[in-house]
């Protein structure tokens, strides 16, 4: 299937590991050019070396719980690709730990604020598009409850925003603005947090395992596909969804 994308501009927050640059690699490999954002420099560079192989991507160091840095980003980025079609919301403050307001507050600052930031800023470029799509990654962890050892800022936080993202489809959807999100279940990429799970606490990987109805872990190119699918013109229907892509970990009944 052609997935349209061919000339098209996309910008992947945190594009520089994970799920963000499997994206980030599968749009390149459809035809879209990509700007991505980190907040380590030396993590950024090693990621465009790698990404620029697949196609042209560019980048910039940014901190998601900056605003201005934010909408500075996204507006050098709209300007040197020439327009942005594609936003695709992967920045997250999940690696928080702790007790007491901190956590909480960085996942507010990066996860809720940052991904409204992004996408407010991101407006004037997609209102220019053609095909103008969001997508933001979530988390089975907003939707059930999910007993592993991260923050419960993280499902919280995860949660109000695709409520934000089924507002901005209803919003933006007669400005031609399409918006959706993808809450994958646990994934296992490498030196990723499920791989760093399975060495330290594998006990409870195991648990999480074979609570899969196919007794395994998704993969990043598993989640990267459907966000892909979606962020492009062929899925030019499908507007204000919460799209889960676990494998059947989650048990609830989608009617």
Wanted: negative net charge; glycine residues 10%.
């Amino acid at each position: 299937m052609d997935l349209e994308l061919s000339g098209k501009k996309a910008l992947v927050s945190a594009g520089h590991k994970g799920i963000g640059k499997i994206v980030a690699t599968r749009l390149l490999e459809e035809g879209a050019s990509v700007a991505i954002c980190c907040r380590n420099a030396d993590e950024l560079a090693a990621a465009l070396t790698e990404l620029n192989t697949s196609g042209l991507a560019i980048g910039t160091v940014c901190d998601f719980s900056d605003a201005e840095a934010i909408a500075a980003w996204v507006k050098a980025s709209g300007d040197e690709l020439g327009g942005v079609d594609i936003c695709i919301g992967n920045a997250s403050a999940s690696s928080q730990h702790g007790e007491g307001p901190e956590p909480w507050r960085t996942s507010f600052e990066v996860d809720i604020l940052g991904t409204a930031m992004f996408f407010e800023a991101a407006k004037p470029f997609l209102l220019e598009s053609d095909a103008a799509s969001i997508v933001q990654i979530a988390t089975i962890t907003a939707i059930e409850h999910h007993d592993v050892p991260i923050n419960p800022s993280y499902g919280a936080s995860k949660a109000a925003t695709i409520n934000l993202v089924a507002q901005l489809a209803q919003r933006w959807g007669a400005e031609g603005i399409r918006a959706n999100t993808v809450s994958p279940g646990p994934i296992l990429i490498e030196n990723g947090r499920w791989d760093d799970i399975r060495d330290r606490r594998p006990e409870i990987y195991e648990r999480d395992r074979l609570m899969h109805p196919l007794q395994r872990m998704g993969t990043g190119d598993e989640i990267a596909d459907v966000i892909t699918f979606l962020a492009s013109p062929r899925a030019s229907w499908v507007n204000g969804a919460n799209v889960v892509v676990d494998g059947g970990y989650t048990k609830q009944v989608g009617f």
